[in-house]
């Protein structure tokens, strides 16, 4: 069988549209962002929330916490996720960078700011809007499970065209054609030939019988 090029053609072209309504709605929103820095933030510090962490990890984490925040200011949870940690280096006698402690500043006066203009979202909220870590986490891959059904469209329809009843009575009509072609040809071939064979050379005159 050959090659069904304009099918490959068409899911590689789909998967690309897939691919990019992926990018667009999840990879480059910052609500996806601040999950990846929210769950990388959650691996550093352990399960333990830090209690017993190094050092570099608990600041690696709380690094990634403030990112998160600064992401999604409005979040509640977060603010309460660095604070907790920001007691847990005094628990320890970890001292935090200058840097790290005017990043927090920051992201508490922004979240101090929205919460006085508006209410700040709760874990709840949160999930009720679909900006949950676990439901960001799982958008790309449902995405992509959701556009299966147009691939097996695309399947479909390719089908229908290259072995549907129209695409066989069209390629009928077309070996009919060229079957007519190929005939016209070769009755021009013989009539040229008979008419070659009925003309003489002029000059030359028949042989004379003995």
């Known amino acids: 069988m050959p090659v069904p090029w304009g099918l490959f053609i068409a899911l590689g072209v789909y998967a690309l ?12 929103s910052p609500e996806y962002q601040a999950m990846e ?3 990388r933030a959650l691996h550093l510090i352990g399960r ?23 992401l999604m200011p409005g ?48 874990v709840s909220g949160v999930r009720d809007r679909g900006w949950a870590p676990d439901q960001l986490a799982e958008g790309p891959g449902q995405a992509v499970l959701w556009s299966l059904p147009g691939a097996g469209i695309i399947i479909v329809l390719w089908a229908v065209w290259r072995f549907g009843p129209m695409r066989r009575k069209s390629e009928e009509h077309e070996k009919e054609l060229q079957q007519l072609e190929t005939d016209v040809e070769q009755l021009a071939g013989h009539r ?7 003309q003489r050379p002029s000059g030359v005159r028949p042989k004379p019988k003995s």
Not at 192 to 198: C, E, F, I, K, P
Request: with cysteine.
């Open 17 to 28: 549209m897939v691919l990019g309504y992926v990018w667009g709605t999840y990879w480059r």
């Open 75 to 122: 979040v509640r949870p977060l603010h309460e996720k660095i604070e907790h940690l920001r007691w847990r280096f005094d628990e320890r006698h970890f001292k935090l960078s200058h840097d790290l402690v005017m990043r927090a500043e920051a992201v508490s006066s922004l979240y101090e700011r929205m919460r006085q203009e508006r209410e700040p979202m709760l």
């Open 192 to 198: 040229q030939s008979a008419r070659t064979g009925s």
């Open 37 to 39: 820095h929210y769950q």
């Open 48 to 70: 333990d929330e830090g209690l017993s962490c190094t050092e570099q990890q608990l600041l690696d984490g709380y690094t990634e916490m403030l990112e998160a925040a600064r």
